[in-house]
């Protein structure tokens, strides 16, 4: 496979996680899109430190120590989360969560259907 | 690389794309957490794979060390969510109103980001179009060590510090606005 066609699949895969940031209204749904957006980059990374000579270690020295790093800030965010659910009200936490939301009312005013 | 490793490692390759796609996309439109969970462990072993096809095992051997326990976590707050809703869907903001309505809502709010993708890819394909030269994807292969990537790590960390300090930086203002917000929603809770 070219290193044009693996950018333009780790794309796709980049763009199902921004759909998925619109739709998904849980927050599992959307550390899940967020997963997507991590392994669309590690794809490009990797797709291109084998067509650098110089720097493919750095490459992934670099992607090791991002990955841990945005895997321990998750680590903390869900155990603030899991440690804080019964202080929390449960639709606090499974509240919608989407960055995207049409409603009639935004396009033609209030409905009162 | 003969010809032949090289079709087995394209024919990984396509598999590995296809099991990210469909349950990436599929992850959306299923209601259930523990599915959900599910899905996102067959998301981890497609990146996997493909990181064994780009020559990088051990990259994702150390990321999943910390993966592991995001995960754990994850599964333990989805059978504490699932075990409090008892199997009830998700609450949406797009009930209320008519029938017709609310379907309508709901196709619009799956078309518009779909539109807002494929014109966003659209316009990605057509400024990188003539970048890429055209290649067969099997020069320059090297396979990395973890004596290799350990060495790199003690001769010169300056990229590491970069990193460990914004983490820190990060998790400061994480733990600020979740203090914040703890104590907000207490004295709120206190106050009702």
């Known amino acids: 496979m070219s290193s044009g066609l693996v950018f333009y699949m780790a794309m796709i895969l980049f763009l199902i996680s921004v759909f998925g940031l619109f739709v998904s209204a849980d927050i599992v749904s959307v550390f899940i899109a967020y997963q997507l957006m991590v392994a669309a980059a590690i794809i490009n990374f990797l797709n291109f430190s084998i067509y650098i000579e110089i720097g493919q270690l750095w490459t992934k020295v670099f992607l090791i120590i991002g990955l841990l790093t945005i895997y321990l800030l998750a680590f903390a965010v869900f155990f603030y989360i899991y440690s804080n659910t019964e202080v929390l009200e449960r639709k606090t936490i499974i509240k919608d969560y989407r960055l995207f939301r049409l409603e009639k009312s935004d396009w033609w005013g209030e409905d009162n259907i | ?192």
């Open chain 2, 1 to 192: 690389m003969s010809i032949e490793s090289q079709k087995i490692i394209e024919i990984i390759q396509y598999i590995g794309f296809a099991g990210l796609m469909i349950p990436g996309i599929a992850v959306f439109f299923i209601p259930d957490l523990r599915k959900k969970i599910t899905l996102l462990f067959i998301l981890f072993v497609f990146t996997t794979i493909l990181s064994f096809v780009f020559y990088s095992g051990i990259l994702l051997f150390i990321a999943s060390l910390a993966f592991i326990f995001v995960f754990a976590l994850l599964f333990l707050l989805t059978e504490q969510l699932s075990h409090n809703s008892s199997g009830s869907p998700l609450p949406s903001s797009d009930t209320g109103g008519s029938h017709t309505r609310i379907i309508a809502v709901k196709i619009l709010n799956i078309i518009i980001p779909v539109l807002f993708c494929t014109g966003l890819g659209y316009l990605i394909y057509k400024l990188t179009g003539e970048y890429f030269p055209a290649d067969n994807g099997a020069q320059g292969i090297s396979i990395n060590t973890m004596e290799e990537i350990t060495g790199c790590i003690f001769a010169k960390y300056d990229i590491s510090i970069f990193l460990i300090v914004s983490a820190a930086l990060i998790s400061f203002i994480w733990f600020t606005v979740i203090l914040v917000t703890g104590r907000k929603t207490k004295e709120s809770a206190i106050n009702e």
